[in-house]
């Protein structure tokens, strides 16, 4: 025996809301995306012909329309990554990049790893760091 045939209903303030969602620049590609499914639903397309559209699968659209008739805008937007968070932030990262291109000395990553301790309280090991700014030299070379 099949289900029912997902449908969302929307308000015409609902409607409004998440047209502007879905074409915002402030948020994720995939809220954008998510905003555009529960519109596509809302107006009677199938779960198929909407998950082909979006080159999606059909349980990536069935969990969309599931997480908005829960939760409505809330459930559009990403949810938190797992894992640590950052302990540094780009910023820290400018201010060691401009300190090694303005001063005429060298410094080992010993040495900025207590200039990030004393100055930002940041705590990285030495590894930790050259891993960064080799990755950081590899974005900008290519």
Request: hydrophobic letters at 30%; a positive charge; aromatic letters at 6%.
């Amino acid at each position: 025996m099949s289900s029912p045939p997902l449908r969302v209903f929307l308000t015409k303030a609902q409607d409004q809301k998440l047209l502007e969602l879905s074409k915002s620049t402030t948020v994720s590609q995939k809220t954008r995306d998510r905003a555009s499914i529960i519109r596509l639903c809302a107006i009677g397309w199938k779960v198929e012909k909407i998950a082909s559209y979006f080159n999606v699968s059909k349980l990536v659209v069935r969990n969309t329309i599931h997480r908005w008739l829960e939760r409505e805008i809330s459930g559009l937007e990403d949810t938190p990554k797992p894992g640590r968070r950052r302990k540094w932030q780009p910023e820290d990262l400018a201010e060691i990049e401009q300190k090694l291109e303005t001063e005429p000395r060298t410094y080992s990553s010993r040495q900025l790893c207590q200039i990030l301790a004393n100055t930002k309280k940041i705590q990285l090991s030495e590894r930790h760091l050259r891993r960064i700014l080799k990755k950081k030299l590899y974005v900008e070379e290519n």
